[in-house]
């Protein structure tokens, strides 16, 4: 889960809380349910997000808007 500290503008979209231990692990079952790696490692993750967020800003894009919008489901739903 180390690498949601490079994931700024999505806890900024989603009004989740960067400092929020609660909310770190929010936005890491999101990445992975986006990017249908539930169970794999953080670095395995990690490998897969960093030429996301730092290549075409399109996909960085489309991968921040799906990534908040399961965000911001699970913080008003809390499921």
Known sequence: MFY???LHEIF???GADFRSYEDKKIIDRAVREVLEM???D???VWKVVKPI???DPGKKRDF????????VKYLVTGV
Do not use: T
């Open 4 to 6: 949601v500290k490079h």
């Open 12 to 14: 900024r979209k989603s």
């Open 38 to 40: 539930e169970k794999a």
């Open 42 to 44: 953080a670095e395995d």
């Open 53 to 55: 967020i730092l290549g």
């Open 64 to 71: 921040e808007q799906k990534v908040v919008e399961k965000v």
